[in-house]
């Protein structure tokens, strides 16, 4: 078997360790605050919303989240979980027409053991990928290459999230 350190994620993981537990959910202060901009929230629904992740594993990366704090998907209601889907479905349709990904990643990380960062608070993934996206920057130099600002992102994205 062969091993690939990743050294420099250990900063991502620990930073929940660091802070104490009061600060609060990062998705229920988002949603509470109306700078969506800002917190990078794209899109409003009645039980979820969309909002690009802080710490993107590629330009794209989206999550979705219901608006009650809650971390664990078998007890979202019905209603959430249809939304969560639909929201999934919409993101999806949005990010291959402006990106072009070759494929998605699309999973919730449930629990710490499952590199949940926000373990209390369930969340899906989407991930945009393409065909030789991974390359030698981050095993050499300890670098991941994105090629653009989450905020830049963001506002290609916005525009599709406005007639939903």
Known sequence: MKILWAPWRMKYIRRFEDSPEDNGCIFCKGVQQNKDRENLILYRGKNCFIILNKYPYNTGHLMIAPYRHIGELEKLS???????????????????????????????????????????????????????????????????????????????????????
């Open 78 to 164: 019905e209603e959430e979980l249809n939304e969560l889907m639909r929201l999934t479905v919409l993101s999806v349709k949005i990010l291959k027409r402006e990106y072009r990904p070759s494929g998605l990643n699309i999973g919730a990380n449930i629990g710490r053991a499952a590199g949940a960062g926000i373990e209390d608070h369930v969340h899906l993934h989407i991930v945009p990928r393409w065909v030789g996206d991974t390359n030698f920057m981050p095993v050499i130099s300890q670098t991941k290459i994105m090629p653009e600002l989450p905020h830049e992102t963001y506002d290609r994205l916005k525009k599709y999230f406005r007639g939903e």
